[in-house]
């Protein structure tokens, strides 16, 4: 059974450090890792999909790499701002086939609770 | 957003009373799913729809279940709602092909007293 690790459960920055956000999981069969944020009250958006396949993905300030071998994904977000503010979470996504596939289910970590300080 | 709407965003009920919980999307995405969110726990999958009338288990399905009887909507009842299933419950969907990103509604606090 996949297991899904996020440590620390929250962290606290200074507005402009670079923020470094650590996922584990113990079964490297894995499908595709997804980050999501969540802010207080709302749902999940999706930030970063990795396939397998891939090593790294970025979009913007966000930077997001696997490494499927050592089960280990890093989210990397440069030059924090207070608006980065929020939970991020970590799911990993195996793929099932067939007919009645989930297409990808998802297996989440706990989440880091992330606050940057102005 | 995706289009995805959840009703009610707030429901507070006894134990022991029926719950049912609704999804709805408006862009006919073929894969819907129902999770619940706990302290200690992060997301956890309850049921999925893989089309209208099909679906299946996840992993902690036992005490919910779902009906699909139209593509934009996907249905988690709670027969008899216990304390343990007080969560916050979200829904999300999945566009067939193209990435496998899901996205999410925006939530149901449920609280069972």
């Known amino acids: 059974k996949q297991e899904v690790t996020q440590i620390p459960a929250a962290l606290s920055v200074p507005e402009g450090e670079n923020l470094v956000l650590n996922c584990s999981f113990t079964d490297s069969a894995i499908y595709n890792l997804q980050w999501f944020r969540q802010d207080p009250g709302k749902g999940l958006t999706s930030l970063l999909l990795i396939q397998s396949s891939q090593r790294e993905q970025t979009s913007g300030r966000l930077n997001a790499s696997l490494d499927k071998s050592s089960g280990r994904s890093t989210l990397y977000i440069a030059a924090s701002q207070p608006g980065d503010s929020a939970t991020y979470l970590c799911a990993v996504g195996a793929f099932t086939g067939g007919i009645k596939a989930a297409g990808n289910k998802l297996t989440f970590g706990g989440g880091t609770r992330v606050l940057v300080k102005p | 957003d995706a289009g995805i709407t959840q009703s009610p965003r707030h429901k507070v009920t006894e134990t022991g009373t029926p719950v049912t919980l609704r999804c709805h999307q408006t862009?006919?995405?073929?894969?819907m799913y129902w999770y619940r969110q706990d302290p200690g726990h992060g997301l956890r999958l309850i049921h999925y729809?893989?089309?209208?009338?099909?679906?299946d288990k996840g992993e902690v399905s036992d005490g919910y279940s779902v009906s699909r009887s139209k593509t934009e909507d996907f249905l988690l009842t709670l027969e008899s709602a216990t304390s343990s299933q007080t969560s916050v419950y979200f829904c999300?969907?999945?566009?067939?092909?193209?990435?496998?990103?899901?996205?999410f509604g925006p939530g149901t606090r449920l609280t069972v007293l």
């Open positions: 999300a969907i999945r566009p067939a092909g193209g990435a496998d990103t899901q996205y």
């Open positions: 862009e006919n995405h073929r894969y």
């Open positions: 729809s893989y089309g209208v009338k099909d679906t």
